[in-house]
């Protein structure tokens, strides 16, 4: 069963709308506080570890965090096939 | 009475609509031209209600609430959230309460407990078919949301339940109104996954040579054998299995299959001829 994690998943859901997209990528520390992350979670999330987080979220949601977050498309798909 | 006049089914890849400006001219014709030719039959039948059957990617659900089943019942429904939809034009989209009210009560009726939003926000799934047919104007659509995005999802053999359910509650609904049918989604696609960008040609093929053949057993056997092994976004198929249900199951006429790696999709366009209506009032 795969495992889900809650608070980064809303994360993810929420980056979707465009303001908040935006502060997101203007301060990602500040916009990671309010989520609670776990502190492995967080630091996968801070340093794009795209292999670390794709297990723990739906991959729509993933897909749409690296557009909300600014990755170009390509690096995504160099990250996501590994 | 009501009447089915139509059952179609399209794709939705968003870069159709975001990415419309890179695609070179003849991928540009072709997609049009598919599906232009669905929104001609779908014109030609005259409908007065379209119920649509899409996937919600995650505009209207969240995983503390996510429905696997929901009708929208509402008099108005939002347009699409995506950006690159801004061009669609319909910031809202009629509803048709009176016949979604009647599709819910028939299925609370048989057994079956869909969810209800009395405002749906109609995302790429639902308005790219409608805004590349070209349909103009709109006429009221009443959305069927069938999660395929996390599971777990309806059975193969409920969603033809569904199509089932959806033909009864079309000839028992007492208003002399026309309605068509539209599958929203698919053929195969993987998206935020390892896979990403996978085209799984021999899927396709499979679904399309079961659809064209009709029945259900066929259909549900290859789809419960083969969709686990497909990417995350081929379960959409499973709006397809529904249409197929709704039109009693004869086989369907391919409009076009493209695999288009520009979009990441393995795109389908087809029509099925409705059967003529087995249910009473």
């Known amino acids: 069963m795969k495992r889900t994690d809650y608070a980064l998943s809303k994360l993810f859901f929420d980056l979707q709308s465009a303001p908040a997209a935006a502060a997101y990528r203007a301060d990602r520390a500040a916009v990671l506080e309010r989520y609670g992350l776990e502190p492995a979670v967080r630091a996968a999330v801070l340093a794009d570890d795209i292999a670390a987080i794709a297990p723990l979220v739906n991959p729509y949601l993933l897909r749409y965090y690296c557009t909300a977050s600014g990755m170009p498309e390509a690096e995504f798909l160099e990250k996501i096939r590994g | 009475m009501a009447k089915l006049v139509g059952v179609y089914a399209a794709s939705h890849a968003p870069l159709l609509a975001r990415d419309w400006h890179l695609f070179d001219e003849p991928l540009k014709a072709q997609v049009s031209a598919a599906y232009r030719e669905l929104g001609a039959r779908l014109n030609a039948a005259q409908a007065d209600i379209v119920v649509e059957i899409a996937p919600d990617h995650w505009s209207n659900f969240f995983i503390d609430n996510l429905p696997n089943v929901c009708i ?20 809202t989209l009629a509803g048709e309460p009176q016949f979604a009210m009647h599709l819910l009560e028939t299925a609370l009726a048989q057994g079956f407990e869909p969810s209800v939003s ?125 249409a197929h249900a709704v039109a009693g199951s004869r086989g369907f006429e391919l409009i076009a299959y493209m695999a288009i790696p520009e979009v990441y999709v393995g795109c389908g366009w087809a029509a099925w001829s409705p059967a003529e209506q087995p249910y009473g009032p």
């Open chain 2, 72 to 91: 929208g019942v509402g008099a108005t429904h939002d347009g699409p959230p995506e950006p690159f939809l801004k061009d669609f034009g319909h910031p």
């Open chain 2, 118 to 242: 009395h405002r749906l926000a109609l995302d790429h799934g639902f308005c790219i078919p409608l805004w590349r047919m070209e349909l103009e104007p709109l006429p009221p659509i009443v959305p069927i949301v069938i999660n395929s995005l996390e599971p777990p999802m309806p059975t193969i053999a409920r969603c033809v339940a569904w199509g089932n359910l959806l033909a009864q509650a079309i000839a028992s609904y007492p208003v002399d109104a026309r309605i068509a049918v539209v599958a929203s989604g698919g053929l195969s696609h993987s998206i935020g996954e390892a896979t990403m960008g996978a085209i799984d040609e021999t899927f396709d093929a499979g679904c399309i040579r079961a659809f064209e053949a009709g029945g259900e057993p066929a259909i549900v056997d290859f789809l419960d054998r083969a969709l686990p092994l497909a990417g995350n976004g081929s379960h959409e198929v499973r709006n397809w299995v529904t």
